[in-house]
């Protein structure tokens, strides 16, 4: 993952939206093909590549039979701009196949068995991707050179054509190792951070059955409140914050209670199931803020445990949750002791 997508879908957006290129093509490994066709839909179409770079390649320039260029590029770079995307297909145009590259900036040498030979940089290029022809020459390589070579251009200089290079761009590098991504982590934006509020209230319940639980802890003693679910207002708020900043709707839509599966069910466990959704979505929790607003029982004492239960709910540290509580100063139906109401304000960021 990079940023909040694979990071091949980088490439694939960018060429998707590019306003010169018609059908954008992914080619995978032939086990995936159904899982990736469901994820970038029919827009994109995904096909089976083969043992080597050359034979995947040649999968996708047959299968290309409408196309007049067709570009192949390395879905692990996924910094290409679209400028690339375009001189890459101005220079096809001029001279029938062209590829990016860059200058090479360090001293080359190459080192034989009992001789090592220093190259004049100066002659040199590292090949990066895009690179591409008119169709019907990368059909006749592939027709006619069966030696395996490791990108599109060396495929077509061993027919003696000499493909247009095309100054290539620093930040289209090719993720490789783990230093590779760490330094395409760091170019993407200032991650993405959003808040959510929450507020939940319930009535205290005359059934003398239904047991008490604010903050996923049982409070014994005391009036329960009614609900669906166990009703605990204190995590339902906290939910409701949770799925607001990611704008995955509310605890409503997620465990409504018209489904008889959610009847009696406790609400960490909503919590935990909201945890979830968040982290698959992208996202994770900086801080979850709750406050309590009732007249009695006195949750302050067991604030700490509150903080754990939530925090173990939510695989986070007890340092990103916050319990408070407060009266309604003996004001409306909560001053009343008719009820418990609570407010709930979540901070979460994407991940990269």
């Not at 029919?42 to 999968?59: C, H, Y």
């Not at 002659?123 to 006749?140: F, N």
């Not at 909201?274 to 009695?296: H, Q």
Request: charged share 20%; aromatic share 4%.
């Amino acid at each position: 993952m990079l940023g909040n997508k694979p990071v091949w879908k980088w490439s694939v957006d960018t060429f998707f939206t590019h306003p010169e290129i018609e059908r954008v093509m992914l080619v995978t490994s032939p086990d995936k093909v159904d899982q990736l066709s469901a994820l970038v839909g029919p827009d994109v179409l995904v096909i089976a590549g083969g043992e080597t770079r050359q034979a995947s390649s040649k999968n996708a320039v047959m299968a290309a039979v409408h196309a007049d260029i067709l570009l192949i590029h390395d879905a692990a770079r996924p910094f290409v701009s679209p400028e690339i995307i375009s001189k890459t297909i101005t220079a096809i145009k001029r001279s029938g196949a062209a590829g990016v590259a860059m200058a090479v900036v360090d001293t080359i040498k190459e080192i034989g068995p009992n001789s090592i030979k220093t190259l004049n940089r100066a002659d040199l290029v590292a090949m990066q991707t895009p690179q591409g022809a008119r169709r019907a020459l990368l059909v006749q390589a592939h027709e006619s050179v069966s030696t395996d070579f490791t990108d599109e251009m060396a495929h077509i200089e061993a027919m003696g054509v000499h493909p247009e290079i095309v100054e290539g761009e620093s930040a289209n590098f090719k993720i490789t190792s783990p230093e590779d991504l760490s330094r395409a982590r760091a170019m993407l934006p200032y991650p993405e951070t959003r808040t959510g509020i929450g507020y939940d209230i319930h009535p205290f319940s005359d059934d003398p059955s239904r047991k008490l639980f604010l903050g996923g802890v049982h409070f014994p003693d005391h009036a329960a409140l009614d609900g669906h679910s166990d009703a605990d207002v204190l995590l339902h708020a906290g939910c409701d914050a949770l799925l607001g900043a990611a704008g995955l709707g509310d605890i409503g839509q997620h465990f409504p209670n018209t489904d008889a599966q959610w009847e009696g069910c406790p609400s960490i466990t909503f919590l935990t199931q909201v945890g979830i959704l968040l982290k698959d979505n992208g996202w994770r929790i900086v801080n979850l803020d709750m406050t309590l607003v009732a007249e009695s029982p006195k949750v302050m004492r067991r604030a700490e445990e509150i903080r754990t239960a939530v925090a173990n709910a939510l695989s986070i540290s007890p340092a990103r949750v916050s319990v408070k509580a407060t009266t309604n100063e003996k004001l409306g139906s909560i001053g009343r002791s008719e009820g418990i109401a609570a407010l709930a304000v979540a901070t979460i960021v994407e991940v990269r």
